[in-house]
């Protein structure tokens, strides 16, 4: 049976090969070690972050780790749900109107699904009412805008002032991300954070699902 070391070695290294044997083997056994297989990805996950962070992995490093993650938790996760394992919290996940761009929303989506969060990802080019319609009709509470172009900048800002017009957003915890992203282009769209590191995003996301709104 694999150990947590060796799982999160594997993911650290981007070893796909021998993780997935790893994850198929711990189901094949029956999936007791399913939990102790997501703690030590998530963990590797992290060290796949940092080194990012620090130059020694590149984009598409970071791309593939996010793919990655997303196959185990595919193979693992009938063992999860069998244990009862419940969400830390729910939010919406989307690329914003005019933004075609994904591939930094997947690598979130897959990181924020790895640390127990559930999201509902809308997609790309999403409008500010489509968001609105999602977060009333499921009561949810933390959103997430990603894009790439500098024109997203205003469509960030155009959503976040939908949600006031909507006279929801006090209720709302929203943060935006991406490449334009800066702490003023956070102030002037009316965000309640940013983030253009993955790691950074889980960890501003688990925060509010935990400790709830304001």
């Known amino acids: 049976m694999a150990t947590y070391e060796e799982i999160k070695e594997a993911m650290e290294e981007l070893d796909d090969e021998a993780l997935m044997d790893m ?5 094949d056994e029956g999936g007791a070690d399913a939990q102790t297989c997501l703690k030590a990805c998530q963990d590797g996950l992290a060290e796949v972050g940092a080194r990012f962070e620090s130059g020694e992995y590149f984009v598409g490093d970071l ?3 996010g793919e990655l993650m997303g196959e185990v938790m595919d193979v693992i996760k009938p063992a999860l749900a069998g244990e009862g394992t419940e969400a830390v919290g729910k939010m919406i996940l989307c690329t914003v109107k ?3 761009h994904d591939i930094g929303k997947n690598i979130v989506r897959s990181m924020l699904e790895a640390g127990g969060m559930e999201v509902v990802d809308l997609g790309i080019d999403v409008p500010a009412q ?6 009333k009709k ?9 894009g790439v172009l500098t024109l997203a900048v205003d469509s960030m800002k155009d959503t976040v002032k939908a949600f006031e017009e909507a006279g929801m957003r006090e209720n709302v915890h929203i943060i935006v991300g991406g490449n334009p992203l800066t702490e003023d282009g956070c102030k002037y769209i009316g965000a309640d954070a940013w983030a253009v590191l993955p790691q950074d995003t889980v960890r501003i996301c688990t925060e509010w699902a935990v400790l709830g709104k304001r």
């Open 23 to 27: 994850a198929n083997a711990i189901m």
């Open 63 to 65: 791309v593939f780790a």
């Open 98 to 100: 005019d933004d075609l």
């Open 130 to 135: 489509k968001i609105i319609e999602e977060a």
């Open 138 to 146: 499921n009561d949810i509470k933390i959103i997430g805008l990603s």
